[in-house]
């Protein structure tokens, strides 16, 4: 009795979490290891999904003295639509394998919070309840694929169900090495069957977005031959917003708003794709400059803190996108653990703001950050 006490006592609490790390250890400790592998994994070494966050203490904050910040103004306007706090959940693929409710908890917490949701082209759930869920349209991410008809159908169908914006992902190459993930499923003694039909983890056969179509021409999600004449094709297919997902050059962003794209997202897809060891936070500032505010730039990849936050705005970024840290927490704790990781970025990036003397949004620029010299 008095074992089952103390394991009572050191049972994870939602209150107890102090910062978006702790969700990570819980996640770890609930998690099936093939599970938590999935979404701990980088590429090779995992150096790039390390150096997204580690990049940021690089970057220090030059606080004003003698403002006024005894009241915040978070707001951004985003493709017409006021957002509360520049801040929106980003694609994780197979949410289910994470906690029961999967997507549906992740929509629900971005809807209390009212955030944008991403929802991922390889979602667990349907595409149809995430929408319900979050009660207001989503933004779709989709994966080209070498078969045009079905990029095409997929394309139809996330616009007839309401959503605002397609996101296109164009950093997942083939042939990436999850390293971390293979050594995670060899030490899972599970039966994969209890997960995967007919032991497959082909996710596009899986996703709820591909159900019905034909995909026996589907040898490449992300099409090696891809060119930007694809990017135009995609741009004549989508009649919402058209994102591009995973620039890092800012010559690449200059040619996807000319060849029609609303927004970029300066991603390395968490370092899950290629071992480039460059952080988003290091490609932000080439992108910003070369699109020149023509379209908004986002970033994701390694935001861990309210301070990352603020560092990425003062850099240029439109808003932030946050993948790992809502997954944490969702495995953690279901749907009130996603809201406490928002919650948790909210309040660290207000702190931020009152020490930095910048009471909004427009007052965080390029001079409110400095690159440490060490």
Request: glycine residues 8%; hydrophobic residues 45%.
């Amino acid at each position: 009795r008095a074992l089952r006490a103390q394991a009572a006592a050191d049972e994870p609490r939602l209150d107890r979490m102090l910062n978006v790390a702790d969700f990570e250890a819980v996640a770890r400790a609930k998690l099936p290891i093939a599970h938590f592998g999935y979404l701990a994994t980088g590429a090779d070494d995992d150096r790039t999904v390390a150096l997204n966050h580690e990049a940021y203490a690089h970057l220090q904050v030059r606080s004003h003295r003698f403002v006024d910040v005894s009241h915040l103004d978070t707001a951004r306007t985003v493709f017409g639509t006021r957002w509360a706090f520049p801040l929106y959940l980003s694609a994780v693929s197979g949410m289910r394998a994470f906690h029961p409710q999967g997507e549906i908890a992740a929509a629900r917490a971005a809807a209390s919070r009212k955030l944008q949701f991403m929802a991922s082209g390889f979602a667990s759930a349907r595409p149809e309840d995430i929408a319900a869920a979050r009660g207001e349209p989503l933004w779709q991410q989709i994966y080209a694929t070498n078969d045009w008809q079905v990029t095409r159908a997929i394309i139809e169908r996330a616009e007839a169900m309401g959503s605002t914006a397609i996101a296109l992902t164009v950093d997942n190459m083939p042939g990436r090495n999850n390293e971390t993930l293979w050594r995670a499923m060899r030490l899972d003694q599970r039966v994969c069957t209890q997960c995967h039909l007919d032991n497959s983890h082909d996710a596009m056969r899986r996703a709820s977005l591909y159900a019905g179509l034909d995909l026996t021409k589907v040898n490449e999600v992300s099409p090696t031959a891809i060119s930007w004449d694809y990017l135009r094709k995609v741009r004549d297919a989508v009649s919402v917003k058209l994102i591009v997902k995973g620039v890092v050059r800012g010559d690449d962003a200059a040619q996807c708003v000319k060849y029609g794209a609303d927004a970029v997202i300066v991603s390395n897809h968490g370092g899950r794709d290629e071992e480039t060891l460059r952080s988003t936070i290091e490609c932000l500032p080439e992108v910003v400059a070369e699109v020149r505010g023509r379209v908004p730039v986002f970033i994701d990849g390694g935001i861990r803190r309210g301070n990352d936050i603020f560092k990425a705005l003062a850099l240029g970024a439109t808003a932030v996108g946050i993948g790992r840290p809502y997954g944490w927490g969702l495995a953690g704790f279901g749907q009130p653990g996603v809201e406490a990781v928002i919650d948790i970025l909210q309040r660290e990036t207000r702190t931020m703001m009152r020490q930095a003397g910048t009471p909004t949004l427009a007052s965080i620029g390029t001079d409110s950050v400095a690159w440490a010299r060490y």
